[in-house]
């Protein structure tokens, strides 16, 4: 009887560690901001401060979008998305010395669209797009600039992959 009642304790104790917190639910829309913190949902009154960030609390096919201009960091692109910038200001990504601005490593039907963002490499930056996977990349008012090998490179990881790339001005 005594080993039972302190498998149970045990178990008890067990399930109660693993249910401590529920998941949080990801948004379609979230908001970046100079002024904004890596802490959160990203809301329009809480915005996040980098685009990286932001990816991870916006859904597979949602939008991230700028409020003011900044600087808002490499990041890298694992699912369909839009990141907007429409007219506020620079929406700056600097790419590291020997680094991407952003990289795309998206689904086979993922679709990512950049619009207004300012891609600059300082000359020791490598390449400002490094797109790897996915279904279609649309830019749009993109600036992409000052890299040390190529603006933008299609090297997709499967071979048998053909992206849709489309440019607007």
Known sequence: MIKITSLSVAGALLACGLSA?????????????????DAGAC????????????L?????G????????????????????????DG???AGILAGSGGNGV??????????HLRGLTIEGL??????IQFNSGG?????????RNFAIVGIRIAPTDRRLSPACSARS
């Open 103 to 112: 990289a795309i490593n998206a689904g086979a039907n993922d679709s990512v």
């Open 88 to 90: 506020v200001g620079t």
């Open 56 to 60: 991870t609390q916006t859904n597979a």
């Open 136 to 144: 279609n990349l649309t830019l749009e008012n993109c600036v992409i």
């Open 21 to 37: 917190a529920p998941a949080q639910a990801l948004a379609n829309r979230t908001w970046v901001s100079g002024k904004g913190t």
């Open 62 to 85: 949602g939008e991230i979008d700028v409020l003011d201009p900044a600087a808002y960091g490499p990041m890298t692109i694992t699912k369909a998305i839009s990141i907007v910038n």
């Open 123 to 128: 000359g020791s930056g490598t390449s400002g």
């Open 43 to 54: 809301t329009v009154t809480a915005p996040c401060r980098t685009f990286a960030f932001a």
